[in-house]
């Protein structure tokens, strides 16, 4: 059973920063071929659909943003110690959200729509007021 945890929400002022940590199981942040896995954070505001953040390959090179948070946000990850970040800067009054981290297994470029991911955390309140 893979597991996912997510910590580092809570309420901030518009303009400030946030940063996210997912742990994971150490399979995700395995480098053996057919045991690689891409990983992303979602988000989904009150009354809205859960909606894409950001995503990473399994070596980190290769990243995604969704339009809104480009140039804002940062995903990362650290394989040596298991862990999912997403760095949050200039937060805006819209970016309030339970954030979910997640993952799927492959090797190539990390996928943007929620249903091709197998696993989810439990997700992370982020407010940030106006």
């Known amino acids: 059973q893979v597991q996912l945890v997510e910590s580092g929400g809570g309420l901030v002022q518009a303009g400030g920063s946030l940063r996210l940590s997912c742990a994971a199981s150490e399979r995700i942040f395995s480098s053996y071929i057919g045991s690689r896995h891409a990983m992303a954070w979602f988000r989904q505001a009150p009354g809205k659909e859960r909606e894409f953040v950001a995503s990473?390959?399994?070596?980190?090179?290769?990243?995604d943003y969704a339009d809104s948070v480009k140039g804002r946000f940062t995903i990362s990850r650290d394989n040596a110690v298991n862990k999912l970040y997403l760095q949050m800067n200039s937060l805006k009054f819209e970016d309030t959200a339970v954030y979910y981290c997640?993952?799927?297994?492959?090797?190539?470029?990390?996928?943007?729509?929620?249903?091709?991911?197998?696993?989810w955390g439990q997700g992370t309140q982020v407010t940030v007021s106006s």
């Open positions: 990473v390959n399994w070596s980190g090179g290769t990243t």
């Open positions: 997640t993952a799927v297994r492959t090797g190539g470029l990390p996928p943007i729509s929620e249903d091709a991911y197998e696993n």
